[in-house]
């Protein structure tokens, strides 16, 4: 398989990624739960994927340059963060520009000086996780920002874990980070008898360190698939691991108790979504990297893959396109032939 098309289904699951997200905030809702509507409501654990595939997709394209030094810090900052924070801050002047001009909104939603000045600084869901930021979306950026930063260093971690212990002690490790992110919820769980708040969800989603674990794990799974590239080319029930690690996080989404009402999705049982397919996610990314799959193939369409170089956008500028559309039609949710 060329280098180049190797990770394309992954552009491909990220269009689908950014629609679901958008179909999870701004569909028309039943009054009574349904399992399409459960399906959408539970949109959000789309950001862990997009949290694992960078960690994934950072190491897969500056690892080997960072190494060898064709690239220094500075640069990598620059390719890997400045065109995300630029269109981030373009769209949030342009959400707080339709604030300012719409009375309902610049009521309802108009942040304070200093919480404004937390969200153009990427800082503002660290005192507040719950903070509500022109550009809602832009809390995933702030929440990877540390991610990114961190990353030459996670790089040379993980080499030397590999170095020490190889392959062993890296899935060991996976398994630490996984329980650092995904166990206090857990824990808080079982502790409240198969409850879970919103604000605990809040927390442990949208406050930035939280996400870390996650990335690490995708960096790892991507370390590991370049490590037994080689090793493991001629595997095809790589191909067969590849589809039932996505079979098994889509089961689970979907499969889990239909929520009475889209207040309930991100709470109990549903809120444990947030960090609990990262694993899965993982084992995902590092066997179709090598082999594919039935999956990768489908997702590799052509139509897909296009779709998914503008999922950001997508991603970012949801609310203020949603939010003009409900201004002109007064009428919330949208209809659904409005939506469409």
């Avoid at 654990?45 to 500075?74: E, I, K």
């Amino acid at each position: 398989m060329a280098a180049q098309s190797r990770l394309d289904h992954w552009n491909g699951i990220r269009g689908l990624l950014a629609l679901w997200i958008v179909c999870g905030h701004y569909l028309h809702r039943s009054p009574e739960g349904t399992f399409l509507e459960a399906a959408s409501c539970r949109s959000f654990m789309a950001v862990d994927v997009f949290v694992v595939v960078s960690g994934f997709v950072t190491h897969w394209a500056y690892a080997d340059r960072l190494r060898l030094g064709s690239l220094n810090l500075w640069k990598f900052y620059v390719r890997r963060m400045a065109h995300i924070i630029v269109t981030t801050y373009i769209s949030m002047a342009v959400s707080l520009l339709i604030v300012v001009l719409v009375p309902e909104y610049k009521e309802r939603f108009m942040p304070g000086v200093w919480t404004l000045v937390g969200c153009v600084g990427f800082v503002a869901h660290w005192v507040k996780p719950a903070a509500w930021c022109p550009a809602p979306p832009s809390w995933t950026i702030e929440a990877l920002i540390p991610s990114w930063l961190l990353y030459p260093f996670t790089r040379g971690l993980v080499d030397r874990v590999d170095r020490s212990g190889g392959t062993l002690s890296l899935m060991l490790l996976m398994l630490a980070l996984h329980s650092t992110s995904f166990g206090p919820l857990l824990f808080l769980y079982f502790l409240q008898n198969g409850q879970l708040t919103w604000g605990q969800y809040a927390t442990d989603f949208m406050w930035p360190p939280s996400q870390l674990a996650d990335f690490i794990i995708g960096v790892i799974a991507a370390f590991l698939a370049k490590k037994h590239e080689g090793d493991l080319s001629k595997h095809c029930w790589l191909a067969v691991f590849a589809d039932l690690s996505f079979a098994g996080v889509v089961a689970l989404v979907l499969c889990l108790p239909i929520p009475a009402t889209h207040a309930e999705c991100q709470r109990d049982e549903n809120a444990l979504l947030t960090h609990g397919t990262a694993l899965g996610l993982a084992a995902f990314m590092f066997s179709s990297a090598i082999w594919g799959g039935l999956v990768a193939r489908l997702l590799r369409h052509e139509a897909l893959v296009v779709l998914g170089g503008y999922s950001f956008e997508v991603y970012l500028f949801q609310w203020p396109l949603v939010s003009v559309f409900h201004h002109f039609l007064q009428q919330w949710p949208l209809p659904t032939d409005a939506f469409m």
